[in-house]
């Protein structure tokens, strides 16, 4: 009753529409409307909005956020559209903003790819575990990209995977939140750094993907924003990396999906650490091949195969 908001609504005495106020924790958000009720008197209904207004300003925010994204590089081409439509440049002028143009236009596919794949992470039920990935193979794979993108830039470990380790789930959504994981770890870890992966189950049966790297860290206040849509920690460093802001967001609904999560784990000046945990119903040691050796035919099986063609089948 002592919101100020709220007060002025009762005073004004139009009360057509609700009025939106803090409640008394500051933590809610309340929809208060009033209404004639009887000789003199008047009804109060109050609505807990504050679900429905945190989703709208994360809306309001992430149309903002998108607009910035994408506002930059388009002002980047359009400038060099004008350039290269009133100056006469030299071939290697011309080649060099050729170049800086297909640049931003790669940016802007990237952003545009990543906020496809939220949507479709997004508006997709949650698969079901009944197939079965080989984490060494999915590790293999991320490897290959890592060293193609680092370079030789850094010194990249990859520990030993069991041969019979599998996972259940979707096979391009796992390899897309490991990659964003290491793509990462290249990109912000200095040249000489180092950045390890490796797999293992812990004792209450979740397997676990971690990536370590000897980067610069991340300060604790940061940590619980990480998976936030464009949230950076220091924005003209994830631009000039080629980061679009969207990767570790990524990264945390295909663990939603998969009922996993994202750990983080960081520290300043030593690194961090990356996890994708996977529950345990997840996880399954794959059967060995059989052994074909061990399999020779049996006697009645060579006498039926040997049998006539005119023996009546069983």
């Known amino acids: 009753m002592r919101a100020p908001a709220f007060k002025a609504y009762l005073t004004e005495g139009r009360f057509d529409e609700p009025v939106v106020v803090a409640g008394a924790s500051k933590r809610v958000t309340l929809s208060v409307q009033v ?47 004008e350039t290269l439509a009133t100056l006469p440049l030299e071939p290697r002028e011309r080649d060099r903003v050729l170049t800086l143009m297909r640049q931003q236009t790669d940016r802007m596919q990237v952003l545009v790819s990543d906020l ?9 039920p949650r ?32 520990g030993d995977v069991p041969a019979e380790a599998e996972l259940a789930g979707v096979e391009g959504e796992i390899k897309r939140a490991l990659g964003n994981l290491l793509s990462n770890a290249v990109r912000y870890t200095p040249e000489g750094g180092q950045i390890a992966t490796r797999w293992f189950v812990r004792a209450d049966g979740a397997g676990v993907l971690e990536v370590h790297d000897t980067g610069p860290g991340i300060a604790r206040e940061h940590l619980p924003r ?18 679009t802001g969207l990767g570790l967001s990524i ?20 690194g961090s650490f990356f996890r994708l945990v996977f529950p345990a119903a997840r996880l399954r040691r794959a059967q060995p091949a ?14 039926a195969v040997t049998a006539p063609n005119d023996a009546t089948p069983p």
């Open 116 to 124: 496809l794949t939220l949507a479709q992470l997004e508006g997709s």
């Open 290 to 303: 059989a052994d074909p050796a061990k399999h020779a035919a049996t006697p009645a099986a060579h006498e």
């Open 226 to 243: 990480l998976t936030e849509r464009f949230y950076r920690v220091d924005g003209s460093r994830s631009r000039d990396s080629g980061g």
């Open 35 to 81: 209404r004639p009720y009887g000789d003199g008197l008047k009804l109060i209904l109050s609505q807990d909005v504050t679900e429905r207004e945190r989703s709208e300003a994360m809306r309001r925010d992430f149309v903002a956020n998108v607009s910035h994204e994408i506002r930059t590089p388009l002002t980047v081409l359009a400038g060099f559209v």
């Open 251 to 270: 990264v945390k609904h295909v663990m939603q999906r998969h009922g996993g999560a994202i750990d983080i784990e960081s520290t300043p000046g030593q």
């Open 127 to 158: 698969p079901q575990p009944d197939t079965w990935l080989g984490v060494r193979a999915l590790v293999a794979e991320a490897e290959r990209d890592a060293r193609a993108l680092s370079d030789g830039r850094h010194t990249l470990a990859f």
